[in-house]
């Protein structure tokens, strides 16, 4: 199989081993990191193959043809006319072919170039892993996330090289959890950077000002089978839905030990925070359901990967396909 053959395999071997540990919850992936050193490692099989091995294939299928044609003429001087070696077409596309391991790596370099590019920079693909964005977002609801909405940022590490704009209260945004970066979360913005963001007795209050609400029929939720209360909220003119759950008290049990904890007021009723400079509230729409800021505080503007705004598919409801708010 030759060195760059074993080589390429061991990648490829290695590669199985990376998402089979991943699939199998032995490990947490970085997809951003994998795909960039894809790029790198495809970008240099590419170069490799334009500066080195295509030149020297068609240098060697040359060769090959002049040896032909030069025992030919050596036949031929000795009276032998019909031979039956010749240089065929066949012949030549056999000795410019590339071998699997350039076909699986320089060949697929373009297209891992543009969705490297696609991901870091325009869209980027979320699934939906749990019901805490319940009505808005189910289980299984696969998501394209806006990455230029709030900066553009350099891949794998992060670094914000131009400001594009920034989160407004109601944007659905996706987020590297603060406790554990490697993890993304989805949750809604409530609260921005100087905020005073209060949920007391399961009602939201920002800078004083109790949020408006309005009753909806009870939603059914098909994961717990069972009603719970719906109601209509309104975030400065971004209404959406949230679910609560009169069984559920209202006080946040479990709050973590987090940076800025000093900024929040537990008490039996709930949670009073001011919001730090750089920083975001964000909850859950299914209230009672989802583990937020209340328990684990801010999320800072480096963590934010981008504004989800589009359900491509759910395999389980087509349905479900279209924007959101």
Same mark, same amino acid.
């Given at each position: ?22 699939? /199998? ?56 006319? &019909? ?33 490297? %590019? ?6 980027? $693909? ?19 996330? /806006?990455?230029?909405?709030? *900066?553009?940022?350099? $891949? ?21 959890? $603060? ?20 949920? %007391? ?6 800078? *004083? ?11 059914? +939720? ?5 009603? !719970? ?9 971004? +209404?959406?839905?949230?679910? %609560? ?22 008490? =039996?009723?709930?949670? =009073?925070? &001011? ?21 684990? *505080? ?24 279209? !924007?959101?708010?």
């Amino acid at each position: 199989m030759g060195f760059m053959g074993t080589l390429t395999a061991l990648l490829y071997g290695a590669l199985l081993v990376y998402l089979g540990g991943w699939f /199998q919850d032995r490990w947490i992936g970085d997809f951003s990191l994998l795909l960039f050193l894809l790029t790198l490692v495809t970008f240099f099989y590419w170069l490799a193959e334009r500066l080195y091995f295509a030149p020297a294939r068609v240098k060697a299928a040359a060769k090959a043809e002049a040896e032909i044609t030069a025992r030919r003429a050596d036949l031929a001087k000795q009276g032998i006319e &019909k031979v039956d070696n010749s240089f065929s077409e066949s012949a030549r596309a056999k000795i410019l072919a590339q071998p699997w391991w350039l076909d699986w790596t320089a060949g697929l370099f373009p297209v891992i170039l543009i969705v490297f %590019l696609l991901r870091s920079f325009l869209f980027e $693909p979320f699934k939906i892993p749990s019901g805490s964005m319940l009505p808005t977002l189910e289980s299984g609801d696969l998501i394209l996330v /806006q990455k230029f909405a709030y *900066g553009v940022r350099l $891949p794998v590490i992060d670094k914000k090289v131009l400001a594009t704009g920034e989160p407004a209260r109601g944007d659905v945004v996706v987020f590297r959890y $603060p406790p554990d970066p490697r993890i993304d979360y989805i949750k809604r913005v409530v609260g921005l950077p100087g905020d005073d963001v209060a949920w %007391l007795n399961k009602k939201l209050t920002i800078n *004083g000002k109790a949020v408006e609400t309005t009753a909806l029929p009870d939603y059914f +939720d098909e994961e717990g089978r069972a009603y !719970t209360q719906q109601l209509r909220e309104s975030l400065v003119g971004v +209404d959406h839905r949230i679910l %609560l759950r009169a069984d559920r008290p209202p006080f946040v049990p479990g709050a973590e030990q987090f940076p800025n904890r000093d900024a929040c007021r537990y008490s =039996a009723e709930g949670v =009073a925070c &001011k919001v730090p400079a750089g920083h975001y509230f964000v909850m859950g729409d299914n209230r009672d359901n989802s583990v937020d800021s209340r328990y684990w *505080g801010f999320v800072p503007d480096r963590n934010l990967k981008g504004r989800a705004f589009f359900v491509w598919m759910n395999f389980g409801n087509l349905g479900r396909i279209g !924007t959101f708010r």
